[in-house]
T-cell receptor, first 110, second 113 residues
Framework: EDKVVQSPLSLVVHEGDTVTLNCSYEVTNFRSLLWYKQEKKAPTFLFMLTSSGIEKKSGRLSSILDKKELFSILNITATQTGDSAVYLC??????????FGTGTRLTIIP | SAVISQKPSRDICQRGTSLTIQCQVDSQVTMMFWYRQQPGQSLTLIATANQGSEATYESGFVIDKFPISRPNLTFSTLTVSNMSPEDSSIYLCSGDRPGSGYTFGSGTRLTVV
């Protein structure tokens, strides 16, 4: 059965800290891995990773994929209170469907 | 990425009634998807809305409970039928734009009392 696992489930850090969120997967017909930020209802798209070893970066956020070891990490440096959210990892299969992980709830303390 | 307008944003419904959720995309998308997110849980795919044909449902979801329409490439509806408190969730639609990530609608928070 296809599976996407995120860790940790929750994380509480102080403003200014750096955090690393993990996502591992076991799927057939892997195409891409996507990261989303969910603050209220709608997840907002962060990154889509298709190739191993190529870092994607947007401001203080960065992500990389390891297709050999079947995992991805999302790094957030110099965290701010606005980074508090649930971060979702999803894997896209060959049939165009997304399977989501359980999410990591990140809380930034001022 | 496509912009998806979803409504209603939230609703409180009596058990036994039905609610129809609408999603309008600002450009044509090939595939649209409907998800449910139960309290404290991640997103679970309900079905893929196919234009001009019947939706494809995931295991555990049936057409009688969650009928879906997709009359064209920019619009879809999901109906939650004969609701019970267990249907209280956030419902989300999504559309694909290959290479640009899958965009989500703003979500519908449904409470069944």
């Amino acid at each position: 059965e296809d599976k996407v696992v995120q860790s940790p489930l929750s994380l509480v850090v102080h403003e200014g800290d750096t955090v690393t969120l993990n996502c591992s997967y076991e799927v057939t017909n892997f195409r891409s891995l996507l990261w989303y930020k969910q603050e209220k209802k709608a997840p907002t798209f962060l990154f889509m990773l298709t190739s191993s070893g190529i870092e994607k970066k947007s401001g203080r956020l960065s992500s990389i994929l390891d297709k050999k070891e079947l995992f991805s990490i999302l790094n957030i440096t110099a965290t701010q209170t606005g980074d508090s959210a649930v971060y979702l990892c999803a894997v896209l299969f060959g049939n165009e469907k997304l399977t989501f992980g359980t999410g990591t709830r990140l809380t930034i303390i001022p | 990425s496509a912009v998806i307008s979803q409504k209603p944003s939230r609703d409180i419904c009596q058990r036994g009634t039905s609610l129809t959720i609408q999603c309008q995309v600002d450009s044509q998308v090939t595939m649209m998807f409907w998800y449910r997110q139960q309290p404290g849980q991640s997103l679970t795919l309900i079905a893929t809305a196919n234009q001009g044909s019947e939706a494809t449902y995931e295991s555990g979801f049936v057409i009688d409970k969650f009928p879906i329409s997709r009359p064209n490439l920019t619009f879809s509806t999901l109906t939650v039928s004969n609701m019970s408190p267990e249907d209280s969730s956030i419902y989300l639609c999504s559309g694909d734009r290959p290479g640009s990530g899958y965009t989500f609608g703003s979500g519908t928070r449904l409470t069944v009392v």
